[in-house]
Every structure is written in structure tokens, then in C-alpha cells.
């Protein structure tokens, strides 16, 4: 292996993060579409605002792995 493809686990938490944080956007571009519709799909709605909480959850959960505690 050649030192170019390797990526210590900060990196890779840190390109996870930056997925995960596209796919948040993406789902509220989604939700935001289907709601101007006029009669948007209440159930897809509802899943797609699940899944969105869900990725924030896990971007949240990453970040206070990224971010060393300051003890003030």
C-alpha cells in the first residue's frame, strides 16, 4: 500500500462526517420538494423527517468524537 491511500481513523471519521452531512442536506431538499406539492404523501414525509433525525443524530454523535472535551 502506498501512504496516499492510507487515512488514519480521524480522516476517515472526519470524510464520514462530511457524507453523512450531505445526505442530511439532501434528505431536507426531499422533505422541503415533497411539501410543496400541495398534498404531499404524509407517510413518506414522516419517514423521510425519521431518517433525517437519524443521520443528525449520528453527525452529532461523530462531531463529539472529533471534538476534544474542554474542561473549563
Known sequence: MNAASEMNSEE????RLEVLRREH???DAAIF????????DQLTLRRLK???LALKDRIVKLE?????DIIA
Open 64 to 68: 463529539d468524537q472529533l471534538i476534544p
Open 50 to 52: 425519521k431518517q433525517k
Open 25 to 27: 442536506r439532501d434528505l
Open 33 to 40: 420538494a415533497l411539501e410543496e406539492t400541495g398534498r404531499p
Open 12 to 15: 476517515m471519521m472526519r470524510v
